[in-house]
């Protein structure tokens, strides 16, 4: 079959109409607004971790301690009487960015196996610290008792989940933007240079190992604020937010959607939440069994994930000169 070519106009369009089709499901799905919610904080964790892993070519296994890191951060401010939800996210991305640059040069120095295994070994001590802290942190009980206040003073966190689906796709787009600004700069560039071929960046001049470390520690900033949209949006916050099953997780949203795509992560999140509620509802006792038979089919057949599948049949024309 002929490939379809688009132009860079048709292909801002695309764009538009996805970002417009997921705000049209708050009055087309009003009573799956929380599941929507969960759908875009995670698609924009998976887009941190693409930062890191697709991008820069970092392979780490550890980026819930960072998920995890918002969430504690922004629900602990909300409990002790600071609910304001912008500053929170704020405190949230700084926490997080912070963790990640401190660890990153652990990570950026290793070989791939070394780093996951750091990688992992931080998620691991993360959430043993959690639990320890059970006084702080409400440990295997999780965070309760956070007062999160109207987003803008106005708009207070309803039952329904309008409240929060709004202000979820609202933050998601600002910080989707942000991430595509920094991929397409010259930073970005250079981390695709690192990537294909780090020997021959290094040869050029290019400081490899700070732009690693600016890198991860942007991927860690953008997923504390995934998590602490999480905390915000449901005002709880479970210990297994920084577990390694989250880590996991996020890594098969990842690679279903498809790595080094800037919508990879994205349409990953929304396939697989989906799925992943459908064969719930569907077989409540067997539901894991059907998602993986579909998550290793969809692997298989759609080399490069879904966004792979679908870049092999779209090619983007060239602007005339």
Same mark, same amino acid.
């Given at each position: 079959?002929?490939?379809?070519?688009?132009?860079?106009?048709?292909?801002?369009?695309?764009?538009?109409?996805?970002?417009?089709?997921?705000?049209?499901?708050?009055?087309?799905?009003?009573?799956?607004?929380? #599941?929507?919610?969960?759908? %875009?904080? @995670?698609? !924009?964790?998976?887009? =941190? &971790?693409?930062?890191?892993? $697709?991008? *820069?070519?970092?392979?780490?296994?550890?980026?819930?301690?960072?998920?995890?890191?918002?969430?504690?951060?922004?629900?602990?401010?909300?409990?002790?009487?600071?609910?304001?939800?912008?500053?929170?996210?704020?405190?949230?991305?700084?926490?997080?960015?912070?963790?990640?640059?401190?660890?990153?040069?652990?990570?950026?120095?290793?070989?791939?196996?070394?780093?996951?295994?750091?990688?992992?070994?931080?998620?691991?001590?993360?959430?043993?610290?959690?639990?320890?802290?059970?006084?702080?942190?409400?440990?295997?009980?999780?965070?309760?008792?956070?007062?999160?206040?109207?987003?803008?003073?106005?708009?207070?966190?309803?039952?329904?989940?309008?409240?929060?689906?709004?202000?979820? #796709?609202?933050?998601?787009? %600002?910080? @989707?933007? !942000?991430?595509?600004? =920094? &991929?397409?700069?010259?930073? $970005?560039? *250079?981390?695709?240079?690192?990537?294909?071929?780090?020997?021959?960046?290094?040869?050029?001049?290019?400081?490899?190992?700070?732009?690693?470390?600016?890198?991860?520690?942007?991927?860690?900033?953008?997923?504390?604020?995934?998590?602490?949209?999480?905390?915000?949006?449901?005002?709880?916050?479970?210990?297994?937010?920084?577990?390694?099953?989250?880590?996991?997780?996020?890594?098969?949203?990842?690679?279903?959607?498809?790595?080094?795509?800037?919508?990879?992560?994205?349409?990953?999140?929304?396939?697989?939440?989906?799925?992943?509620?459908?064969?719930?509802?569907?077989?409540?006792?067997?539901?894991?069994?059907?998602?993986?038979?579909?998550?290793?089919?969809?692997?298989?057949?759609?080399?490069?994930?879904?966004?792979?599948?679908?870049?092999?049949?779209?090619?983007?024309?060239?602007?005339?000169?």
């Amino acid at each position: 079959m002929k490939a379809i070519v688009l132009s860079p106009a048709q292909l801002r369009l695309a764009e538009i109409a996805f970002w417009l089709a997921i705000a049209s499901s708050f009055f087309l799905a009003p009573d799956h607004l929380t #599941l929507l919610s969960q759908i %875009l904080i @995670f698609g !924009l964790f998976a887009v =941190a &971790l693409d930062m890191a892993l $697709g991008y *820069a070519g970092i392979l780490t296994l550890g980026h819930a301690a960072f998920f995890g890191a918002g969430a504690y951060t922004a629900g602990l401010l909300a409990r002790h009487g600071w609910g304001e939800p912008f500053s929170g996210l704020l405190a949230a991305l700084v926490v997080a960015g912070l963790l990640g640059y401190v660890l990153s040069y652990l990570i950026v120095r290793g070989a791939d196996l070394t780093r996951l295994m750091i990688t992992i070994g931080v998620c691991v001590l993360s959430y043993e610290l959690a639990n320890r802290l059970s006084g702080i942190t409400g440990g295997t009980d999780g965070l309760q008792g956070m007062s999160v206040s109207p987003v803008f003073g106005v708009f207070e966190f309803d039952l329904f989940g309008r409240t929060a689906f709004c202000y979820a #796709l609202g933050v998601v787009l %600002l910080m @989707f933007l !942000l991430v595509r600004l =920094a &991929l397409r700069s010259p930073f $970005g560039l *250079a981390l695709r240079g690192i990537h294909d071929n780090r020997k021959r960046m290094m040869a050029i001049g290019t400081p490899v190992a700070s732009r690693l470390r600016m890198a991860y520690a942007f991927s860690a900033a953008v997923a504390g604020v995934a998590g602490a949209l999480m905390a915000q949006t449901t005002q709880f916050v479970g210990i297994e937010s920084i577990g390694f099953n989250r880590s996991a997780e996020i890594l098969i949203i990842l690679v279903l959607g498809g790595t080094g795509r800037l919508y990879g992560g994205l349409v990953g999140a929304i396939v697989y939440m989906v799925v992943h509620d459908g064969f719930a509802d569907m077989n409540p006792q067997y539901w894991m069994f059907w998602l993986g038979i579909f998550l290793i089919t969809a692997v298989m057949l759609g080399r490069g994930g879904i966004m792979g599948a679908l870049s092999r049949r779209i090619r983007i024309k060239e602007q005339a000169r």
